[in-house]
C-alpha cells in the first residue's frame, strides 16, 4: 500500500485505522504566507463527524483536529501540515466476534487476500473514519480556492429512490440528509430511520457543484480533470460511479443535442458539466455520484469465516443506514484537492 | 501538459497530434524476456485503426507499427520500448475553414484557454488519433497479462438508445458495432447509418470485463483499483461517466440487496463488480462507461471564433458517427496497463 | 514545498519544525506481517538523539517515538506507519534575537527567499531535527532489509582533518565521534571539545558500506542506484559532495587501474563501489560524503537583517561543533530507505 | 526499468538502445508560445556528436534530431515534443565476440544481473548514445531557461591529472577537450592521444556554473535542489562523484572560514556554491563532478564469461580515451532541465 499519497504539487498522506490511536494527514505544497488555523478546519471537520443527527451513528468521535506543523503565528508557512485527530471513542471489544468472519459488503475479504494480514476492528484501514483526514487536507484546500473564488457545494440528490425536485442551495446544511430539497428530505429522513429500525440501509446520489474555475485547468492526455476527479471520487469507499453533465444520458442523445454550442455570452447550455477535452471550460463543473448502500446492517447475512466455513453474520455496531450526508463534505474536500493541485499545476506550466 | 505519463511500475508515456509527423508511445518498466513482436500488437491497431466498416471514419491510416527499442531477439528487455506509428494520411488543408472557430464539443477553445496557443489541424494533441498509441502500449501490457491467465474483453452494450438483450462474447468481433447482441448489432448499424447520413451522431455505452485477475490487487487508500479504472477511463476523450458492477441502480438498493454474500464456493452475487475496498474480489470485474455522441457533425450550429464573434459551423470531415466500435479496445488498452500495473505494485508490497 | 516525500515503493513523507509541537513522518508500502515494535525503532533514535556525550548538544529531547498506525498485533499491516515524536525541550525564546538576521551557513535567507515567510524558531522545517523522522522510517526499511540478509554501516571516516587509519567496525558505536579507529576517534574528540571552546566548528567526511545487496538493484536510465543514494545524501542539511568507490580518485587513474576485472570468484577489485551502470553488482556498496562544519557557531561573524543593515552575529545556543556523530544514523537511514525501495522496484519489474 | 522518466514539472523520458533503430525523448511540460525550432536544439548535438576531433571516437552519427511533435509554426504548444535521432552507423557485428563476455567497467554484468537478457551491441541501452537524447531534452529547458537569464557552462577542470590554472570561459568551446585554460589543453590532448595509442583511456573532473538563477529554488526537505542536481550527475553514467562549492574540501575547514557571510552587497564568499538549506542563494551555483576513466580499453583485462569461465578480453572499438569533452554538453543538458523544473515548481508553489 504505497497507495496513501493524493496529489501532485498539493499533496495529501494520510495515516491511520478506524480504532488505532490517530488519523491524520500530511499537506505538502501548501502555498505560503496564507491565514489558516484549526477553528477554519474544524466547521469542515464537524460536517462530517458522526452523531449530528438521528441519521448518523452515534459513534461520539469529537473530531477535534490538531495543526502540528506547517503554520506560523497563524499562517502556513510552506512547509508539510501535519493535521491529526485521536481516536477517542474506540471500542475494539465491540468487534470481536467478527474478527474470523468477511462481512458482506466490506473489505475484510479483500484486505486479508492483500496483506495476509488484517486489523479487523472497526474496517481498520478501510474504515470510513480514514476520510476525516482527507476532510481535513480538503478544508486546506478550500482555504486556498477561497482567494481564487472558487466555491464548492455538494448534497443528496437522490437518497433510497427518493429524488430531489428542487434545488435550493441554502438548505442543505439545514436538513440532517444535506438534500437540496427541503420536502424530498423530510422523506428521505423517514425512510431511512425506518430502515435502521429493519436493521437495513439504502443508498444514493450526491451532486456536486463547482463554481468559479478559470477556464484552462486539466492536463491532457492523462491528467484530465475529469479524470483526476473520477479517480478522487472512486477513491472513497462508498461510491460505485460518477457521471459528469449529462452523463449516462449521454448514451441516448444525438451529438446535435449535446454538443454544449455557443454565442457571445458563452455557452448556450452544459452537457458536458464544465469540462472539455479534460480541459475545464469555465462554466460551472456538475459531477454525480453514486454512494453504495451502507454495508453493516444488522439483518443476517451468508458468508464464510476465515477458514472457509460457511456462517450467518449481522453487523451489529454503529453505523449510518445511508452514507450521503456524511459523504458530501468528503466528495467536497476531494474536490478541493484536485482543483488547487490543478490551479498549482496551469500555474508551472504557463510561468515564465 | 505533463499529464502524457500513465502508470507507476507499468509506465506509457505518449507523443503526438492528429496532423503532425507520428503519434508514438514509450512504454517502461516492461518485464524482461518475454517474446513480442510488432505483429502481435498490430493485432489491436487494426481493431482501433479507421476505415474498419461502414460506420468507421474513412481516413485511411494504415497505422503500421514500428517498435525502436527495447526488444532484442524477439523478447523484451526490460528497457523502455517506443513503438511509433507515421501519420500518412495527413489532410491539414482540410481545417484550414476552422482554425479561428471553436467547434462545439470539441477541446478546440479549452486547448485555446490552456495553452494559449492551438494547432487546430484535426484537433491537435486532442485527436482520438492519440488513442492509437495507448493501444499500442495497451497490446504490450496485454501480452503480460495473457502470462498471468487474465484477459479482458470490451464490446458496445448500448448504442444510440439501442440496447443488447443477449450476450455472446464469440460475436463481438464479428459485427460492425463490436456490439455483444448480433440482433441489436443490426439495428446499431442502421441507425449510425442513418445519422450519418443526417450529418449527425450518436453516443453509448460500452461494457468491459476482466477475468481472471488474482484477488489483493489495488492501492487503498487512493489508488484503489477502481480508482485507477475511472481515472483510464475517463482520460479517454468522449467518455464521460463510469459505473462499476450494481452502478448507479445501487442508488435503488438496499443494503441487503447490494452485498455480494459468500458461501464456500465464492460469492453469491458480483453487485460489487468485482473490487470490494478498492480491492479486486477474484472475481470478474465490471464496469460500464458512457460515450458521448460524436462531436464532429456536419449539421449547422452556433459558435463563436478566436474574435467572439457569433458564427455558424458544420464541421464536414471524416468522422464516425458513434465513437463506440473504435473506442472498445482503447478501452481495453487502458484496463491492460491499469492491472497489470498493480499486479506489479502488489509484488512490490509483498516481496520479501 | 512538495519535496517531503521520498522513495517510490517503500515511501516516506515528513513534516515537523524544530520548535513546533512534534516532528514525524508517514512510512507507506511498507510489507505486511513483519514483526516491529516501537523498541526496535528507539534503538536507531538513540542513536541520533542530542546529549550523548561531551560532543554533541545537550538539548534534551529523549526522542522517544510511537508507532500510531500500521502496526496490529506487534507486526506490520501493510498499511501506512505513523511514527511520531513530540517536541520536549523546546525554548524558543532562546531565537527571539536572531529571528530579524540571517545567519552565515543557515538557511534563513533563502528560506526567507523562498517562502517569503519563517518560522525562525530553531531554523524550524530546516533544522537538523527534522532528520530524527527520517531515522524513524529508516529503522523501518532496516527491518525489512534484515530478512534479506543486507547490512548497513556507517561511521566518521574523517573529522577535521584527522583521518581514521585503521578500520575496526566494533569500535565505531563505542567512541563519542563514531570512528572506525580508536585512536583517531580520540584525537577527533580532543579537537572538537577544543573548537566548541573557541566557539567554532568543523566538518569532516562519513563513510557508509553496505552488505548482502544482490545484484540488478537499480533503474536505469535515471533512477540508477547511485543517482538515488545521492539524492538521498545530499538531501541531508548538512551534506555537500559524494562520492563512490575509488570516487574523485578515479580522476587520476587509467582505465587499465580504475576497471574492476573478475575471475571466477568474482570482481579481483571494486573501484567502482559496488555499482556500475547504476546497478548492483553484488560487491559491497561504498561511498564517502563530506560534512560540512556546523554553520552555528559562537564566534561573531558579518551577516545583515531582513531590512538589508549589516549587522554582526554570533549565534548562542546548543549545537553539535561536528555533526559527523550524529549525522551517521541519518546517512544509515537513508541508505536503508533507497536500497529496500530498489527492492521492491526490482520485484515489481521481474513479477510474473 | 521504470526509471527512464525525470523530472516533475517539465519531464523527460528516453529510450533507445546503442545499436537499436532510434534514440530519443519525450519532453513533456513544455511552457506553450515559445519559440522553437530543429536548428536550436542541433546545435547542442553537435557539441555532444562522436567524431568532434581526434580526442573523441570517430563513430559518424551525424546525430541529426527531428522534432515529431509539440511545436506548430515555430512554437511550442504545451503537448508532449518527441525529438528522434535515427542510428545510422550501426555496426553490431562488431560486438559479436563480446556477446557472452562481461567487459571491466561496463554494465554487462549487471545488467545481466538485472534483466537476465542483455542487448550487447554496443552495450545496448546503457551505452553513452543514451545521452544524446538528454542533451536534445536540455535544450529544450535551455531554451526556456534563456527568457529568464539563466545560462549554464561545464567545462573540462581537470584531466589525466591535469588541471586547468586559469579559467577563460571564451576558450573553452575553442579546445578539443572542453578546458578552461588554453595551455593545460594543449597538455591535456597530448595525453589523451598518448593513451589512446596505448589503448589505455583516463579519468577527469568537470566543473558546471550556472548564473542568474533567482533565489528561492529547491524544495526541502528531500527534492533539495543540490540532491536534485545530485542525482540527474550520478545519473550519467561515467560519473562518479559530485560536490558543491567547496565541496570535499569542507572537510577540512572551520565553521568560520566555510560560512558564506554577508554585507549589504550580499555574499562575501561562495562556499555553499550558491545553494544553501537546499535552496538556491541566488548567487552562482558550482559544482564539479568526477568522469571515471573510459571502461573500454584495447589493452588485456580479466573477465569471464556467461557460463562463469575465466577470460581476457580487450575491447575494440571506436570509444573516446576520455569521456570528459563530449560529458560537458550532458551535463549542462541535466542542470537545464533540473533547474528549469524547479523554476515551474516553485510557480506552483507561489502560485494565487
Known amino acids: ?85 485521536n481516536n477517542t471513542d474506540m471500542r475494539p471489544s465491540a468487534y470481536d466476534d467478527i474478527k474470523s ?4 459488503g466490506h473489505a475484510d475479504y479483500t484486505y486479508e487476500k492483500k496483506y495476509g494480514i488484517r486489523d479487523y476492528r472497526g474496517s481498520g484501514r478501510a474504515s470510513g473514519r480514514e476520510t476525516a483526514a482527507r476532510v481535513a487536507a480538503g478544508a486546506v484546500a478550500r482555504r486556498l480556492l477561497e482567494r481564487r473564488g472558487v ?51 439504502c443508498g444514493g446520489i450526491v451532486e456536486c ?3 468559479g474555475v478559470a477556464p484552462g485547468l486539466g492536463e491532457p492526455v492523462f491528467d484530465k480533470l475529469d479524470a483526476e476527479l473520477a479517480k478522487a471520487m472512486l477513491s472513497i469507499g462508498a461510491i460505485k460511479g460518477i457521471e459528469f453533465g449529462a452523463g449516462f444520458e449521454a448514451a441516448n442523445m444525438r451529438g446535435s443535442e449535446h454538443n454544449d454550442q455557443m454565442d457571445a455570452s458563452g455557452f448556450l447550455t452544459n452537457h458536458a458539466g464544465g469540462i472539455i477535452g479534460g480541459i475545464s471550460t469555465g462554466d460551472e463543473i456538475v459531477f454525480r455520484v453514486v454512494v453504495k448502500p451502507t454495508s453493516s446492517i444488522s ?25 450521503c450526508p456524511r459523504v458530501v463534505p468528503v466528495i467536497e474536500a476531494m474536490a478541493c484537492m484536485v482543483i488547487e493541485d490543478h490551479y498549482k499545476r496551469q500555474a508551472a506550466l504557463l510561468d515564465e
Chains 1, 2, 3, 4 share one sequence.
Do not use: W
Open 299 to 323: 439483518s443476517p447475512q451468508r458468508t464464510v469465516d476465515m477458514e472457509g466455513n460457511e456462517r450467518e453474520i449481522a453487523t451489529i455496531g454503529r453505523h449510518d443506514p445511508c452514507i
Open 209 to 211: 457543484r463547482i463554481r
Open 101 to 104: 468472519m468477511y462481512r458482506p
Open 151 to 201: 466555491s464548492i457545494v455538494a448534497y443528496s440528490l437522490e437518497i433510497g429512490g427518493i429524488r430531489c425536485e428542487t434545488f435550493d442551495e441554502n438548505v442543505i446544511e439545514r436538513n440532517a440528509v444535506r438534500a437540496c430539497d427541503p420536502s424530498a428530505a423530510e422523506r428521505m429522513v423517514e425512510l431511512i430511520e425506518r430502515l435502521a429500525a429493519e436493521g437495513n440501509s
Open 1 to 85: 500500500m504505497a497507495g496513501s499519497t493524493f496529489g501532485e504539487r498539493l499533496k495529501m498522506t494520510t495515516f491511520g485505522e478506524s480504532h488505532g490511536e490517530a488519523v491524520g494527514v500530511i499537506v505538502e505544497g501548501v502555498t505560503p504566507g496564507v491565514e489558516l488555523d484549526e477553528a477554519y478546519i474544524q466547521v469542515q471537520m464537524d460536517r462530517r463527524k458522526p452523531g449530528q443527527s438521528s441519521v448518523t451513528t452515534p459513534r461520539k468521535e469529537y473530531d477535534k483536529i490538531r495543526i502540528l506543523s506547517g503554520t506560523f503565528e497563524g499562517r502556513t508557512t510552506g512547509t508539510p501540515l501535519c493535521i491529526m485527530l
